[in-house]
C-alpha cells in the first residue's frame, strides 16, 4: 500500500516559474525523502528531511515538513526544462528501515 | 565512484518462465533493497536485505525471492512468470540497515511478460 500521496497527479508549467507539490502521509514516520525520475529510469535522491526538521534546502529545492499535518511539499524554484521529470516522496516510518512511495507527480516545464 | 548498477537493463519473457535479476550496490553499502513499480505509480518495497541476511519483506507472494550474496551484490528471482509482474524492477543500496540514511537507486531492470 502506498503511504504518501502526491498532489497534484500531474503539473505544466512555463520555464522560470516555480513548481510546488505536496505529500501527505498517514503514520509516524522517521525522515521523509523526494525523489527525481525521468522517463521511467532509475530514481534520483533528491533530499531527506528528518522529522525533527522543519525545512531544507538544496539549490534551487525547498522541502518543507509538517508532521502535525502529516504532510510535506518541495518546491523547485525558477524551473528549467531539464527539471521535466515525475517526483516522488517516500517515507520511512520510525523504527523502519523501508521506503513507502507516493504515486508521485508529473511535472512538464514548458520552454 | 560507481553507483549502483543493475543487469539486464532490459528483459522479455513469457509467462510461466523463470527470471533473475542482478545488483551491484556502491562500494561500502551493505544494503540492498529491491522494489517494484509499475507503469504510472510509485515503487513498492518488495525485499531487503543486510549482511546476507533478510532484514524486510513486502507484500508480495512467495515467486519471489532474493538472496544477497558475500561481496553484498543481489539477486532477485521470480518464478512462474505472470502478465503482472511486467515492470520496473528498481535496486537500491544504503550503508546501515535502518531507514535514517539515503538510499541510492540503481537505474532498473525493465521486464517484460508476454
Known amino acids: 500500500s502506498q503511504q504518501g500521496e502526491e498532489d497534484p497527479q500531474a503539473l505544466s508549467i512555463q520555464e522560470g516559474e516555480n513548481a510546488t507539490m505536496n505529500c501527505s502521509y498517514k503514520t509516524s514516520i522517521n525522515n521523509l525523502q523526494w525523489y527525481r525520475q525521468n522517463s521511467g529510469r532509475g530514481l534520483v535522491h533528491l533530499i531527506l528531511i528528518r522529522s525533527n526538521e522543519r525545512e531544507k534546502h538544496s539549490g534551487r529545492l525547498r522541502v518543507t515538513l509538517d508532521t502535525s499535518k502529516k504532510s510535506s511539499s518541495l518546491l523547485i524554484t525558477a524551473s528549467r526544462a531539464a527539471d521535466t521529470a515525475s517526483y516522488f516522496c517516500a517515507t520511512v516510518k520510525a523504527a523502519g528501515n523501508k521506503l513507502t512511495f507516493g504515486g508521485g507527480t508529473r511535472v512538464l516545464v514548458k520552454p | 565512484d560507481a553507483g549502483v548498477t543493475q543487469s539486464p537493463t532490459h528483459l522479455i519473457k513469457t509467462r510461466g518462465q523463470h527470471v533473475t535479476l542482478r545488483c551491484s550496490p556502491i562500494?561500502?553499502?551493505?544494503?540492498v533493497s529491491w522494489y517494484q513499480q509499475v507503469l504510472g505509480q510509485g515503487p513498492q518495497f518488495i525485499f531487503q536485505y543486510y549482511e546476507k541476511e533478510e532484514r524486510g519483506r513486502g507484500n508480495f507472494p512467495d515467486r519471489f525471492s532474493a538472496r544477497q550474496f558475500p561481496n553484498y551484490s543481489s539477486e532477485l528471482n521470480v518464478n512462474a512468470l505472470l502478465l503482472g509482474d511486467s515492470a520496473l524492477y528498481l535496486c537500491?543500496?544504503?550503508?546501515?540497515?535502518?531507514?535514517?540514511?539515503?538510499?541510492?537507486f540503481g537505474p532498473g531492470t525493465r521486464l517484460t511478460v508476454l
Open positions: 562500494s561500502g553499502h551493505k544494503s
Open positions: 537500491a543500496s544504503r550503508q546501515g540497515v535502518t531507514g535514517t540514511d539515503t538510499q541510492y
